[in-house]
């Protein structure tokens, strides 16, 4: 007599995992499979422990032995439809299952239910459990399962609208021994993932586009773009390398400057490197004049991308002058939002070069919400964390930090990660300069994380060094020490002479002097570039030497290197700021002018550190 019926929900995660170490498995990653394919059914979580513990990698036979029993009932087409959905690796979908190559598919599918194998809900077809779908997956023979693919492939495309079914598309025409085919539906998986700013996964099919068709120039910018979107410079670099050798060996001058054109954009967005650009524009102008054939469009970019670059680094005369050519090409209509991006962009950077930050900043929010409407997130960011230096070199710091909101508000959601970080670490540079310790800590520590997702060695070291800031301000002279010291040890876009003085300041600061004076001889020997900001080295310099003298207790000679320090700084006071001190970190690194030498700020600190000084002597 039945008394009561219970309904058993599946096994939790801890319960699965202590079955498959009860069974003998002991390593973690195979625990975890055991956990990930059982989906909480005791049965299935014993057998696949035991075929691991024996060394099977494949489902254990004993499940495909009963799998096999089951499917003996069945008809043929219900085999058929029950081999397609194992084939597919998912549920499908009622017009997918209308859309299978059998007579009566619908009768054929419901006959396959009976099997007991699989089930049905929502009007989808799949596996009642990955294992039973891997079992039955298994035991097809290779040709056989050769053929379904191919089959699979045709009931879901091919795809010409490059949606989210291009890259199942391509799987099923690749297992099916068709990669010609499966080419071009990767290059619309690509597109498709770019477009929703799955950027990783972009670049991941156009790299086994271009493994397929390696000669194909086409695909290799589009990788090249991807793996620029992903801050990834050198990978960008190399994939433009081998298209723009597979264009000169056709000789088509003018597919060649339309290349450069591309990399110049990347230089101009998601990288961020203003030599690159002038390069490249230099480049397009040289191809098209030694060439017969013209492209007024291809010209006129470069030539804004030019001004751009001598805006940022170069003459700022010149710039005036490219940009007002520009503006003659164009006219005064039919300009559209991408080339009035373009020229303010370029004017802004020409303007904070005279040092009419305000005027710059000011004129940037409606440039970058025309970058927004043409679905150019990262030029917005770009200028936006451009108007936030502007906004910082002068003194208004609200709206500096509005800028950096606006820029991360920007690039949410678009996969571009190596301008995600530089933003980041602008906000790291910025909140600290407002004294907001515990934020400037969180910003720095989603740098990080960005950063290590990325896997890109220099932007993790850039992320230590912001790490360093936040410890040195916190007073944590140790960890700042040995994060400084991690930064420097490899290609980071930072200023490594400034990162000595910081990381010898933080090793005097801990009483371990003579590893500062090492510091500081390095220092010495560091090259000097635009972003280090040459004319303050010496006040910042002589100021660590004091601070190491006076934590060895030599109180004069601190005395002496403090007032040195001091006097330097009221000689860069009396100088005041240039707009070349703004942009010579874009310039130099790629990257905005956070974290800019104050003169003002810089003596305070030096004369309270005297004060100080003779306060204990008295």
């Known amino acids: 007599m039945l008394v009561a019926e219970l309904t058993l929900e599946p096994l939790g995660d801890d319960a699965v995992g202590a079955l498959a170490r009860e069974?003998?498995?002991?390593?973690?990653?195979?625990?975890?499979?055991?956990?990930?394919?059982?989906?909480?059914?005791?049965?299935?979580?014993?057998?696949?422990?035991?075929?691991?513990?024996?060394?099977?990698?494949?489902?254990?036979?004993?499940?495909?032995?009963?799998?096999?029993?089951?499917?003996?009932?069945?008809?043929?087409?219900?085999?058929?439809?029950?081999?397609?959905?194992?084939?597919?690796?998912?549920?499908?979908?009622?017009?997918?299952?209308?859309?299978?190559?059998?007579?009566?598919?619908?009768?054929?599918?419901?006959?396959?239910?009976?099997?007991?194998?699989?089930?049905?809900?929502?009007?989808?077809?799949?596996?009642?459990?990955?294992?039973?779908?891997?079992?039955?997956?298994?035991?097809?023979?290779?040709?056989h399962r050769t053929h379904l693919h191919a089959e699979m492939a045709e009931v879901l495309g091919p795809d010409p609208t490059g949606s989210r079914r291009a890259a199942e598309v391509a799987r099923h025409l690749r297992l099916s021994g068709r990669d010609g085919e499966a080419v071009q539906q990767l290059a619309l998986a690509g597109d498709h993932a770019r477009a929703v700013g799955a950027i990783d996964e972009a670049a991941a099919f156009f790299a086994e586009a271009v493994e397929l068709r390696p000669d194909d120039p086409d695909l290799l910018l589009e990788l090249g773009e991807a793996e620029a979107w992903r801050?990834?410079?050198?990978?960008?670099?190399?994939?433009?390398?081998?298209?723009?050798?597979?264009?000169?060996?056709?000789?088509?001058?003018?597919?060649?400057?339309?290349?450069?054109?591309?990399?110049?954009?990347?230089?101009?967005?998601?990288?961020?490197?203003?030599?690159?650009?002038?390069?490249?524009?230099?480049?397009?102008?040289?191809?098209?004049d030694a060439s017969d054939a013209d492209d007024p469009e291809v010209r006129r970019k470069a030539l804004t991308g030019l001004g751009w670059a001598e805006a940022v680094a170069g003459d700022v005369d010149r710039a005036d002058e490219l940009l007002a050519q520009v503006q003659e090409m164009v006219g005064d209509t039919g300009v559209d939002d991408a080339v009035t991006w373009e020229l303010a962009h370029a004017r802004q950077l020409a303007l904070s070069r005279r040092g009419r930050f305000r005027e710059s900043y000011e004129s940037a929010t409606d440039a970058a919400e025309r970058a927004m409407r043409i679905q150019r997130p990262d030029l917005a960011a770009g200028l936006w964390v451009n108007a936030s230096a502007a906004a910082?070199?002068?003194?208004?710091?609200?709206?500096?930090?509005?800028?950096?909101?606006?820029?991360?508000?920007?690039?949410?959601?678009?996969?571009?990660?190596?301008?995600?970080?530089?933003?980041?670490?602008?906000?790291?540079?910025?909140?600290?300069?407002?004294?907001?310790?515990?934020?400037?800590?969180?910003?720095?520590?989603?740098?990080?994380?960005?950063?290590?997702?990325?896997?890109?060695?220099?932007?993790?070291?850039?992320?230590?060094?912001?790490?360093?800031?936040?410890?040195?301000?916190?007073?944590?002279?140790?960890?700042?020490?040995?994060?400084?010291?991690?930064?420097?040890?490899?290609?980071?876009?930072?200023?490594?002479?400034?990162?000595?003085?910081?990381?010898?300041?933080a090793l005097a600061a801990c009483g371990r002097c003579d590893e500062a004076d090492q510091e500081v001889r390095a220092t010495a020997l560091e090259p000097v570039g635009p972003a280090d900001f040459?004319?303050?080295?010496?006040?910042?310099?002589?100021?660590?030497?004091?601070?190491?003298?006076?934590?060895?207790?030599?109180?004069?000679?601190?005395?002496?290197?403090?007032?040195?320090?001091?006097?330097?700084?009221?000689?860069?006071?009396?100088?005041?700021?240039?707009?070349?001190?703004?942009?010579?970190?874009?310039?130099?690194?790629g990257r905005p002018a956070v974290g800019l030498i104050e003169a003002e700020r810089e003596l305070a600190r030096v004369q309270a550190e005297l004060e100080e000084l003779h306060a204990a002597v008295r």
């Open 23 to 143: 069974v003998g498995v002991i390593d973690h990653a195979d625990v975890e499979q055991v956990v990930a394919g059982a989906d909480g059914n005791a049965l299935l979580a014993v057998e696949q422990a035991r075929a691991l513990a024996r060394g099977e990698r494949e489902p254990p036979a004993s499940l495909r032995g009963a799998v096999r029993a089951s499917m003996a009932t069945a008809g043929a087409e219900a085999r058929r439809v029950a081999e397609l959905v194992a084939v597919a690796g998912r549920e499908l979908e009622a017009a997918e299952i209308a859309a299978l190559p059998v007579k009566q598919p619908h009768a054929a599918a419901t006959e396959a239910l009976q099997t007991g194998l699989l089930t049905s809900a929502d009007g989808q077809l799949g596996y009642r459990h990955a294992l039973l779908r891997e079992a039955v997956y298994a035991d097809l023979p290779g040709p």
């Open 231 to 288: 801050g990834r410079r050198e990978a960008s670099e190399a994939a433009f390398e081998r298209a723009e050798a597979l264009l000169e060996r056709a000789g088509d001058p003018l597919a060649i400057a339309r290349a450069l054109t591309r990399l110049q954009r990347w230089y101009n967005g998601p990288i961020c490197y203003p030599r690159g650009v002038m390069a490249a524009a230099e480049r397009v102008l040289e191809v098209l």
């Open 392 to 505: 910082w070199a002068a003194g208004d710091f609200e709206r500096a930090e509005e800028f950096n909101a606006r820029s991360q508000a920007a690039l949410e959601g678009t996969g571009a990660h190596g301008l995600e970080l530089l933003t980041l670490c602008a906000r790291v540079h910025l909140l600290l300069r407002m004294d907001r310790l515990p934020e400037a800590t969180q910003a720095a520590r989603q740098a990080h994380e960005a950063a290590e997702r990325l896997g890109d060695p220099g932007l993790v070291r850039e992320a230590e060094h912001s790490l360093g800031l936040v410890a040195m301000a916190a007073g944590e002279h140790a960890r700042a020490a040995e994060l400084f010291g991690v930064a420097l040890d490899g290609e980071a876009a930072i200023s490594r002479p400034r990162t000595r003085l910081a990381r010898a300041e």
């Open 534 to 589: 040459p004319h303050t080295l010496v006040g910042s310099l002589t100021r660590v030497q004091g601070l190491i003298a006076r934590a060895r207790g030599d109180r004069e000679l601190a005395a002496r290197r403090l007032e040195e320090a001091a006097a330097a700084w009221r000689r860069i006071t009396a100088r005041g700021r240039t707009g070349d001190d703004v942009n010579a970190v874009f310039a130099d690194l």
